[in-house]
């Protein structure tokens, strides 16, 4: 019989299960929750989204909205429960949480090659081919196993998740209703800060007492999802050209661009609940009722889920795996989502698209067939099999990664070079995508 084992029914897991699933290959498919739950599950839906509901830009000349297009067009399951779940987020793509993680368990079970199994797994199987995408919240006796056998230590960072807000106890007298530019609609509330205002909530927030890291783990945090305490500790400004940028956000009671702004974007279709946009935070939770209520329109916000961190956990994935994803030492196992370095539920889902893809090539006795290069999805294969092992760092799909030839460099204009780069990516992804389905 022809099978495959993966373990781990995150975003990763569930997209390796359905391409393999789709190519005739049997599919036992492992999951802890909810017999054993991590730190930041909530449920047992899989695909559960643990820290924001956006998937970020839809445009393609971003390097997300160019990875989620490659996805769409390799018939991603992620993508179509997506595109099902979404909510009004401006040019951002955000989903409904409840309905987006529904969606996928409902397609998973319904999938008659996929056998869901509830149950942990701490072991490599010994000759099956298996996936492990047991992503940033990696069990224990599973990081044992995978600490052992690859001889070194684990990487590590700290993943922050913001809170969300209860709609019907923001003070709407005291923020607007708009998106940045006016793209997309009125998709945020925005909650309009004064330089005096601004100044009481710094001082509050670099004052306030945070979570500390277990005395012997070093607090290590990814640039893409840093806490908005750590974020501030760079300097009273960072703040103000970060994630409180009043930038493209008229008051349109005054006119005028606000010293600072606090976006809330829907986390959900009724507009019931508010993710505060950068807010990822390790402040205690008294704390981070006392400095957010300092925020115009939140001074009496009820918190639906307060912000919190934990550990993510991934390979020296240069050192460790092949460019299928499968592992240097035991061509068998394969290592797909954040766990082989990558960042963010499309990255994660890129690589759970691919390791499924390489897998069941590899137990149908196919060829395997490599994404090109100058793809999204090849751009970060490249990152997470050919980075420095020295000095590997996670990193979010981003225009950098990508191949940059002398053609492209004449392109003075960045917006219309990225476009070029997306016309050549999506071209070459197409044809991949023909060769393996041939």
């Known amino acids: 019989m022809k099978e495959i084992i993966i373990v781990g029914g995150g975003l990763a897991g569930c997209e390796a299960a359905w391409q393999a699933a789709g190519a005739g290959i049997k599919v036992k498919l492992f999951e802890m929750r909810p017999s054993k739950m991590t730190e930041a599950h909530k449920t047992p839906l899989l695909a559960e989204l643990v820290c924001s509901n956006s998937l970020r830009s839809k445009e393609v000349s971003t390097g997300p909205g160019l990875l989620k297009k490659e996805l769409e067009i390799a018939g991603s399951l992620i993508m179509e429960a997506a595109e099902k779940s979404e909510v009004p987020a401006g040019s951002a793509f955000a989903v ?15 999938q008659h090659n ?33 600490k052992s056998f690859i001889g070194d230590e684990h990487l590590y960072f700290y993943d922050a998740i913001a809170p969300i807000i209860d709609a019907e106890s923001i003070d709407y007298s005291k ?29 509050a927030l670099t004052e306030a007492d945070k979570v500390a890291a277990k005395e012997f783990e070093d607090i290590r945090v990814f640039e893409g999802c840093m806490p908005v305490e750590v974020m501030a500790e760079r300097g009273k400004d960072t703040l103000r050209f970060g994630p409180l940028k009043p930038v493209g956000l008229p008051d349109p009671r005054t006119g005028k661009i606000p010293y600072a702004v606090v976006q809330l974007r829907t986390e959900n279709r009724e507009k019931t609940a508010y993710n505060m946009v950068g807010f990822q935070t390790r402040l205690r939770w008294p704390e981070q009722k006392k400095v957010f209520s300092l925020i115009p329109g939140l001074e009496n916000a009820e918190f639906l889920r307060h912000g919190s961190i934990h550990r993510n956990t991934y390979i020296n994935s240069p050192r460790h795996l092949n460019k299928d994803l499968s592992l240097k030492k035991m061509g068998n196992i394969y290592f797909a989502g954040q766990i082989t370095g990558v960042e963010g539920y ?41 980075s420095s092992p020295d000095n590997f760092q996670p990193s979010n799909i981003n225009f950098g990664l990508f191949p940059m030839n002398e053609e492209l460099q004449k392109i003075r204009d960045k917006k219309l070079r990225r476009l070029k780069i997306a016309e050549i990516a999506l071209g070459e992804w197409k044809d991949y995508i023909q060769k393996i389905s041939g």
Request: glycine share 12%; with cysteine; hydrophobic share 40%.
């Open 96 to 110: 409904d949480r409840t309905l987006f993680s529904g969606y996928i368990t409902g397609a998973i079970e319904g």
């Open 114 to 146: 996929i056998e869901i199994i509830r149950e942990e797994v701490s072991v490599f199987p010994d000759s099956s081919v298996a996936i492990i995408a047991t992503g940033p919240l990696t069990s224990g006796a599973m990081a044992d196993t995978i």
């Open 175 to 203: 923020v607007f209703i708009s998106s940045r530019y006016g793209k997309g609609g009125d998709d945020y509330v925005n909650c309009p800060m004064t330089r005096d205002e601004y100044s009481r909530f710094y001082e």
């Open 346 to 386: 499309i990255e994660s889902t890129a690589m759970g698209l691919l390791a499924g893809i390489n897998a069941a090539r590899r137990v149908a006795g196919k060829e395997i067939i490599l994404p090109p290069g100058v793809t999204a999805h090849g751009s970060l294969i490249r990152h997470v099999t050919e």
